[in-house]
């Protein structure tokens, strides 16, 4: 991308919705999954009151985008486009009227489920398995629609990471997402709706994912606007041999190391919190006034 299309100095501009992000205020994007066998909330919003509650609940704490799935990420019980839309669909078209503001994004890598929930009114495809479905960049562009092009390393949808080796695992990524965000604008995707996703732990092993957030600054400086998904990861549990409910202060680490470095958009659990880290960050780098300054000052 050029200067231009980045912003210049001030980093990348993205354009999601009515919604417009730059540097000097990153996004949060919270997750808000209906699968009975999600890896984290174990099913706490599967019903779809329940996802109702969790979207009201997030938004207040400041999310900026709402990530919507329905199939657990990693393996588990089969579960095909008829049922990713039952339990998704009505969740898009509910939050779309309750919150027209906030960003809208589906958690899917299958294009004739993205297809019903564009028309539905999302506004981000949200692709984490690297164009598994190569029609999904194309769902995106006739809908006008932002995409997430994403890094797996070949891996298949919903199967584990075994034994995986890179020669710079920074490199691949950097060269296999800024492909796919290329191939997504000779599709019609826009320009400034396109995200990259390093993936950490997505045909990555907890070395690979600590390398990826040590040298961010690398896929940043592609000028792509950069997604992060760190909440909860396994690399965080296995690098402080914590289990999935003790890593919340790993996960705010790597989102403050991430943010330094320069990424734009990050997936959270914990809205509040990781709401507060992007704001503190930007204070620090000087992108952003404290929201208050007294001290010393009265």
Known sequence: MSEDDTGGRAGPVL??????????????????????????????TVGLGAALDRVDAVVAEGADIVDIGGVRAGDGEQVDVAEELRRTHGL?????????????????????????LCAAGAD???????????????????????????????????????????????ADVVLRTTASARRAVSLGVRPDGILVDPTHDFGK??????????????LVATGWPVLVALSHKDFVGETLDVGIHGRLVGTLAATAVSVWHGALVV?????AETRQVLDMVAAIRG?????????GLA
């Open 267 to 271: 997936r959270a659990h914990q809205v």
């Open 124 to 170: 981000l495809v949200n692709d984490a398995w690297a164009s598994a479905d190569p029609r999904l960049a194309e769902v995106a562009a006739a809908n006008g629609a932002g995409l997430v092009c994403s890094h797996t390393g070949g891996l298949s949808p919903r199967t584990n990471t075994h034994r995986v080796a890179y020669d710079d695992v920074v």
């Open 92 to 116: 898009v078209v509910a939050v779309r009227e309750r919150h027209p503001d906030v960003v809208l994004s589906v958690d899917t890598w299958r294009a004739d489920t993205a297809e019903v």
């Open 205 to 218: 092993n907890t070395y690979h994912s600590l390398q990826l957030t040590r040298r961010l600054e690398e």
């Open 287 to 295: 992108d952003r006034p404290p929201a208050v300054a007294r001290r």
């Open 15 to 44: 354009r999601l919705g009515t919604r417009c992000f730059t540097r000097a205020r990153p996004a949060v994007m919270a997750v808000v999954n209906r699968t009975p066998d999600s890896f984290y909330d174990r099913g706490r």
